[in-house]
């Protein structure tokens, strides 16, 4: 369920990044394009997610846990040097969000290892 939910928010990240590049990318300092092909690279990267969750595996929780914790990384450190509070704070929720989902990939992985054993 976790990657699941993590594939269906990807998703909609993706597409409201790549449809919104014209409006926010001076507002992040990046050309358009490549606010464009972030967008893009998401909504492909929600495609790897979904197919990961037809099976999980311990291997697809801990490298979809790897990638959510370095986007939210990379996104705390974006927002720092965003154009505006309000794209700061944008920034935020959503490396708040993404650290959320790679908690419950360690609850998932935790479940898992439990049914395992």
Same mark, same amino acid.
């Given at each position: 369920?976790?990657?699941?939910?993590?594939?269906?928010?990807?998703?909609?990240?993706?597409?409201?990044?790549?449809?919104? /590049?014209?409006?926010? @990318?001076? %507002?992040?300092?990046?050309? #358009?394009? *490549?606010? !464009?092909?972030?967008?893009? $690279?998401? &909504?492909?990267?929600?495609?790897?997610?979904?197919?990961?969750?037809?099976?999980?595996?311990?291997?697809?929780?801990?490298?979809?846990?790897?990638?959510?914790?370095?986007? /939210?990384?990379?996104? @705390?450190? %974006?927002?720092?040097?965003? #154009?505006? *509070?309000? !794209?700061?704070?944008?920034? $935020?929720? &959503?490396?708040?969000?993404?650290?959320?989902?790679?908690?419950?990939?360690?609850?998932?992985?935790?479940?898992?290892?439990?049914?395992?054993?």
């Amino acid at each position: 369920m976790s990657l699941r939910a993590d594939a269906l928010y990807c998703l909609l990240v993706g597409v409201v990044i790549a449809s919104t /590049a014209p409006l926010t @990318a001076p %507002a992040v300092r990046l050309p #358009a394009l *490549v606010v !464009v092909g972030i967008g893009v $690279a998401v &909504v492909l990267w929600s495609g790897v997610v979904w197919r990961l969750s037809l099976r999980p595996s311990m291997g697809s929780l801990r490298l979809v846990l790897l990638a959510n914790l370095l986007a /939210a990384c990379v996104l @705390a450190v %974006a927002s720092a040097t965003a #154009a505006s *509070v309000l !794209v700061l704070l944008t920034l $935020a929720t &959503v490396a708040a969000d993404v650290a959320g989902f790679a908690g419950s990939q360690i609850v998932a992985l935790k479940r898992l290892a439990h049914e395992l054993s």
